[in-house]
């Protein structure tokens, strides 16, 4: 048990700030964001009380998530109602966590479980895990003081206790947890993260319970991706600003295509499961092609259809004097098609027994559909499947750059139709990958807000005694004074998955749906953005001004087809 | 003669927004930037007479610049001070070209031009020549009207009438230009553009005065790159809102990277001969290394100078915990290094005449240094050295991905301390390349104003009958009614370079000086921000607020060290 370790990745440590840990400088936007003071909804301005509703179920197999969890399943979601408030006069011991990757207005929800625990209890202490779930297990932790958090506010990052991919999963770590669980004697921890995060947090919630721990635990939907959402929980917060951070740098390139007419920029973004992030960017700035995974999976689309799609666009463009674009592509758009999948089993295999000959031979051991299709790949990748291997000695399919792979197949495409007088124009593409840009942007005013709201709401049902829930705010298409808050039961989230012969509960992904408003919207509008050029360029995220408190497209037009 | 061709490149066309031609879709951050009105300098809002200066010089070589300036040589700069005023019931006719490529603030020069003539001349007409240079050789231009106009207004890009890279330069060229200036009864043209395009401006302003053509020509200063400026001309625009987004991007990678704790972020800046980018950046984030161009040419630095640079600051972080760290690299590194020039001379003169044999014979030829220089390259730019070349058969140095070549000879360098037991951390390293992000943002506040106002002077200087200056917009620092307007003598700004047996005029770009207040800055602040984490996040540009009107750190320092 430790506070004084050496912070290894330059994690914040409370009251050290000249030991070498990195110690705040601040621009002036930064600044002016530190001074940002925070709306709450109105519920949570005035004495409240929590109210619960019917009991919930699962989002599939019930009976099996009955069984992983016979302590919390079937416990009623919570809402906060005006009423005349929780007893104040209980100080409460509260452990944060950041789990997985960053996004923005992390530090916002720390800050709001902070803020809620001064305000509406006496005598209550917090602490930060450092590092992820790891800081739980090995009990590194920081206390968080008014002071600590003070330059965290509103700023993106997750540097203040920094986050961590580890998972409690074997008995022997849920027994760490309990340990510190008990030794900081625990009312509550707040475990900010992804689905799979989330699904850890209830199974560490039914873990507390079943041993009659005290111990409760609360989840915050965190990722860029945008791919933790329901009905109670409309988005994951990170994705609003992750999304027009990204496309700022789309609507900036696309002038610049516009301007010198001479460049196709295939733009790779964010979201390795689902294309929320790319249908988001679509919409907000209209490029002349996008390709969507899921789609992609549900049409069963080859690599060469994917490729002869923007390919025809192209040639169409080109018909009318326009020899530049914007294509925008998910990261896990190679995950999507079946036939990638097939080809890279195959070659796991082979690979696993065989030598590559240079003569080519070892190919004959490829299914002929697979055999067609590494034909049809640019030679990079082809040698990028054969020699970039992982340490299982597995191809690499995250580090294939889909951008550049679809450029060349697109350039060798057109060379063929350029051979038969059916295409006459110029194609020079470039290729961009906007990741690590967008997850730890400053949050924009909707997820500064947001993570607030989630953070004190967090607080709150920790202070009611609830466990096992999601912090859930709603009603966001309204003014903040309107939000919803309260807390979701996690089992009710959740399905099973067989893995290794065995069910393990999951929160499943929430994929762009092709028959959700978003994607309507969009489909509804591609073939016009193909060949007519209707750029929008978003520009910079504003903190004031008439345009400062804009809600992405995607949540806007989930929140209008619901009501 | 035409201004209705085909818009190849998605210019703007008058009149037809629904022929295929781009229409003008517009975001909410865009319509409040259009709807934002431009102050003036207080010289500009009133009745102002135009001084003029002494007799100017040149910046090197006068005698040979009179021999090339007859008409010009010698005249003085102008300035605008208050008096009875320019008459005003004189129309007119006059043309405006963008030269090179894109800077956030070009539309907003032709703005301030299109303005000037409305208020302060009657019945003038404006041009604006589509696609840069080629435009006015060819005749192909749009007439500039208020409507057409207006949706440009403080928006970035050039695709209102377009850029080009084609020079005007031989004697039949300068027939063209001739022809249309006849044709179109050009009483002056504005060229905005870099330091070629200035002077060629320069050049086109002899050429029409030396014929007795009535055109007068005056040049604007623009180029991100910030490599044109002088005592005059301060900066050139768009420097200001390009580093701003670079700074955005660098910004939020540095939190990231502080936040997860294991990436060495590799960032390569746009600016081929100067690093003025680079240093500006540097001065507002505060990265961990930050490698100069001009330094590294003026201390004769060698490639492997350069890794070791890198490698020991990140074995000196490795011992204080830190693996992780922000390295900021100009684009046109390696031509500021002496030995990869020679290097390269060489392979282009032995792949001219030989064959490249797989046993490595070919080497040879090398001589000593390049050969130990080759072979400390990473083998995939060895590979690109060897097979990429331009149609003329030599090496081609820009497509060198510098930052992902430097990740390769660290990690290398690297590898082999940690076999000598000096290095024990963890090296992960991810390039980027910030670009075509930065080229075509929004204006900021600070360029809309400088562009809006150069514009604005260059009006007024055809008004008065002035030709072969450069708009010169100063006193910068002081807020934008204080601001100086005039032009300054092209011919003074100029030198000659012998190119095949002849002098050539130049502007010689404005480097980094060594011995400047950014750079001294930077020198003094480097060792603290290498191992110590410094790191500010400049967030995105706010167009409204406390921090919207801010102005570059280099611009500000320059300006305090005149003072």
Known sequence: M????????????????????????????????????????????KPFNVSDGPPSSAAGNPDEIAKLFPNLFGQPSATLVPGEGLKKDQGLRIGVVLSGGQAP???????????????????????????????????????????????????????????????????????????????????????????????????????????????????????????????????????????????????????DARSTGKYYHFVRLMGRAASHITLECALQTHPNITIIGEEVALKKLTLKNVTDYITDIICKRAERGFNYGIILIPEGLIDFIPEVQQLIGELNEILAHDVVDEGGQWKKKLRNQSQQLFDFLPQAIQEQLLLERDPHGNVQVAKIETEKMLIQMVDTELEKRRQEHSYNGKFNGQSHFFGYEGRCGLPTNFDANYCYALGYGAGALLHSGKTGLISSVGNLGAPVEEWTVGGTALTSLMDVERRHGKFKPVIKK????????????????????????????????????????EINHTLMLELGAQA
């Open 105 to 255: 207005g992390g530090h916002n929800v720390i800050s709001g479980i902070f803020d809620y625990l001064q305000e509406c209890t006496t005598g209550s202490t917090m602490y930060g895990f450092k590092g992820g779930p790891a800081g739980i297990m090995n009990c590194k932790y920081v206390e968080l003081t008014s002071e600590f958090i003070l330059p965290f506010r509103n700023q993106g990052g997750f540097h203040m206790i920094c986050s961590g991919r580890d998972k409690i999963e074997t008995p022997e770590q849920f027994k760490q947890a309990d340990e510190t669980a008990s030794k900081l004697e625990l009312d509550g921890l707040v475990v900010i993260g992804g689905d799979d995060s989330n699904t850890n947090a209830c199974l560490l919630a039914e873990n507390f319970r079943g041993k009659k721990l005290k111990t409760r635990v609360i989840g915050c939907p965190k990722t860029i991706d945008g791919d933790l959402k329901c009905k109670e929980v409309p988005t994951s917060f990170g994705f609003d600003t992750a999304c027009k951070i990204y496309a700022e740098m789309i609507g900036n390139v696309m002038i």
């Open 2 to 45: 430790s506070t004084s370790s050496a912070a290894s990745n330059g994690c914040a440590t409370a009251g050290r700030p000249s030991s070498g840990c990195p110690s705040s400088v601040f621009s002036e936007v930064q600044t002016s964001r530190l001074r940002h003071s925070l709306p709450l909804p109105s519920v949570l301005r």
């Open 510 to 549: 929430a994929m762009v749906e092709l028959e959700g408003a978003p994607f309507k919207k969009f489909a509804s509008l591609r073939d016009e953005w193909a060949l007519k050029n209707r750029y929008v360029s978003p520009g910079p995220v504003q903190f004031v001004g008439p345009t400062a408190n």
